[in-house]
Each structure stands twice: as C-alpha cells, then as structure tokens.
C-alpha cells in the first residue's frame, strides 16, 4: 500500500531528514585513515539522538549499527565495526536514517578517504548524478518508472561502461523506513503508479566499476560484489510537492543537485 502524507506530515519528514543530513555531514567530516566504521557509528547515532530523533537502522531485522558502513567491493549493508578501520583510498558508503515523530529518513552517500584515482572519481561521479536524474523526476504528473529510466540513462549515457546493481532498489518511506513502491533503478519510462503530491520516495542507485552481480555475506547482511569490483551508492529521500520534488535529505532541499535538470526545488 502506497502512504500518501499530507503538507503538515512532509513537513514533519523534512524535520527528520536535516536531522539523517546532519549526521551524515558529521560522519563526511570525520572519514579519514585511520578511523574505525565503528567510531563513525557513534558519530552518528550522537548526532541523532542528540536532535531527539532515533535511529531506524539500528535494530531493524538485528542490525547493530546506526549507518551501514560499505567499503570498496561492498555494495550495501555493511555492518559498521570498531575493528574495521579505513585506509587512504578507501571508498565509503554510509548509509543512515533517523525517526523523528514517528517519520523516518533515509540517505547515503560514498566518498573516497583521501585521494581519489581517476577510475574511484568518476565512479562516485557518475551514481551521485543518476541519483540527481531519478530526483529531478519525481515530478507530480509523471509515472514511477520515469525516476527508474532517468537513473538508468544518466548511468548509460557514459562512454565507459557501468554495472547497475539489480534487486536492491529505493522504496517508498514515510512511518515505516521501507514502504511500497520498490523503486528499480532501471527500466523503461511511463509505467508503474501515478507520481501524486504527498508520495514520498528514497532514491538511491547501486552502481559499480565492474560486473553489477553481487552476493551476501556469512554475516547476514553485507552485500558485496561477486567480481570484488568496487561499488557506489548514493540516496536522499524526496517528497512530490505541488511546487516541485522537495529533497527532505538535503540541506538545501535539493536545489543545487536538481538545478542542472532544469528542475525547481520546494526548498
Ligand atoms: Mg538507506
Ligand atoms: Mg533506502
């Protein structure tokens, strides 16, 4: 079933997105060698509940981290560990998400610790903008598969190859982290439910350097590359407003990602 939340209750989840911006900006400025995933676990998990919100990870299914920490080959789900610490040239995704009201957020990033190679950049490059292209369609009029085959096309249009990750996807979120729709990040336009004012949807395309198949660890959780080639994942969480697509997760509500789409942000 697909929630439809009301002005006053985006209004809500945008409350609830700065705060999963914020810890993620604060776990951004603590990456560096050195650091353990586990210490970036508590960055944020004070960042969170220091804003009187709750982590949404934390627990769900027995998770035990407030992000989810995947390094290089890792896709997803990687489970964040005081023994696991990060080295020059590591990439990092971290994924985190917070309930604030009842409202949850849910957002990720990847960045490189230190220096990037040419071939890391331009992978970061590439899954952050297909994230940007999927957003600049959850435009109200349009179809769900818009945002899959807007992901899909920023990502193809490249002249080197990429893989996109398949079965992970983004979703519907709202009271609960995960609601319907799945959302591909492939596919072609104009199909699926209608894109109304009030549906809110996480973005977040999976992509990789090398072949997109991946398998699941031992431990239950973290999602690696079968060919150990290195991942990206960027997400935010987006509302469909009458004034536009309104990016809860973003500082800025998306006005500087959307802009080289054409696309006005409610901000
Ligand atoms: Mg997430
Ligand atoms: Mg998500």
């Given amino acids: 079933m697909i929630q439809i939340k009301t002005p006053h209750e985006i209004g809500l989840m945008r409350a609830s997105g700065l705060v999963t911006a914020g810890a993620i900006a604060a776990v951004k400025a603590a990456v560096r060698p050195g650091v353990s995933t586990g210490e970036l676990d508590a960055i944020a998990e004070d960042h969170i509940r220091s804003a009187g919100a709750v982590p949404n990870f934390l627990g769900y299914h027995g998770f035990t981290g407030t992000i989810c920490a995947s390094i290089n080959d890792e896709v997803v ?11 020059e040239g590591d990439n990092i995704s971290i994924d985190c998400g917070a309930i604030l009201q009842g409202w949850h957020s849910d957002s990720a990033v990847t960045v490189t610790v230190g220096s990037a190679s040419a071939e890391d950049a331009g992978l970061l490059e590439v899954t ?33 190859r990429y893989g996109i990750v398949d079965h992970y996807g983004g979703h519907g979120i709202g009271t609960e982290m995960h609601q319907d729709p799945h959302v591909l990040n492939y596919g072609r336009a104009g199909r ?33 590359t079968k060919d150990g080639s290195r991942a990206a994942h960027f997400e935010h969480s987006v509302a469909i407003t ?19 789409f054409g696309v006005t942000a409610r901000h």
């Fill in 242 to 260: 009458p004034e536009g697509p309104w990016v809860l997760t973003a500082e800025d509500g998306g006005v500087a990602g959307l802009a080289p």
């Fill in 77 to 87: 789900h990687g489970i964040p560990n005081p023994d696991r610490v990060l080295a």
């Fill in 128 to 160: 952050e903008r297909s994230m940007w292209a999927g957003l600049a369609k959850a435009i109200a009029g349009g179809r769900l598969t818009d945002i899959s085959h807007a992901v899909e096309e920023s990502i193809t249009a490249n002249e080197r």
């Fill in 192 to 224: 699926g439910p209608k894109l109304v004012p009030g549906l809110v949807l996480a973005i977040e395309p999976m992509v990789t350097i090398g072949d997109p198949a991946t398998v699941e660890l031992d431990d239950g959780w973290t999602v690696v």
